[in-house]
């Protein structure tokens, strides 16, 4: 078997996801919120998340996929990036899990080019023990061990996003 208990369940991630929602409710009344989903891992958190927000908002999305060249640096390529005008907006970008941080450092740079009136980090998950690049975070859901996770919208070889839960992905013993 591949695929383990739940580290996380569903019913886990849905009370983290609405406590999320609320203070982001909180710290967004009265602005001019626009939230960015980076495809494909965030896709399931995201539209949970935003389904709870109860401040005005608009959506959008940005793709990007990460290749590790060694333990301290990798490339990142942007392969959609919002067509909103992000300058003035209040950016608040959302993805599955940080891990090196690499990807979010190099997004996060892309984003404040074009000037908006702030920017804020959402992630589901924060795999600490990994990071080698120092990238703000504003909300976390939940610290990970460092493990490979799967499991709502994380994948593993872009099998697993499905499973409506979180878990540990194992190699087969060989
Ligand atoms: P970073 O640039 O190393 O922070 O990598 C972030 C991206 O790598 C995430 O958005 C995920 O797509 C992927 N990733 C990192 N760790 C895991 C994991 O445990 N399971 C699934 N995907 C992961
Ligand atoms: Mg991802």
């Known amino acids: 078997m591949f695929i383990g208990k739940p580290?996380?369940?569903e019913e886990q991630i849905q009370i983290k996801v609405k406590e999320l929602a609320n203070r982001i409710s909180k710290d967004y009344s009265q602005r001019d919120l626009i939230v960015i989903g980076i495809l494909k891992g965030s896709f399931m958190f995201f539209s949970d998340l935003i389904r709870y927000i109860k401040s005005p908002l608009k959506i959008d999305f940005l793709i990007a996929s990460s290749y590790l060249k060694d333990s301290s640096s990798g490339e990142v390529k942007i392969y959609y990036f919002p067509r909103e005008n992000l300058t003035g907006k209040d950016v608040l970008l959302v993805d599955d899990i940080i891990d090196t941080g690499i990807s979010l450092h190099f997004i996060r740079e892309k984003i404040l080019d074009m000037n908006p009136s702030s920017l804020k980090i959402c992630v589901l998950l924060d795999k600490k023990e990994r990071r080698v690049v120092d990238v703000p975070v504003d909300y976390v859901g939940f610290s990970?061990?460092?493990?490979?996770?799967?499991?709502?919208?994380?994948?593993?070889?872009?099998m697993f996003r499905n499973i409506p839960y979180l878990t540990i992905f194992k190699k087969e013993a060989k």
């Open 7 to 9: 580290i996380i369940s």
């Open 144 to 158: 990970v061990p460092n493990k490979f996770i799967v499991g709502y919208g994380l994948d593993y070889q872009e």
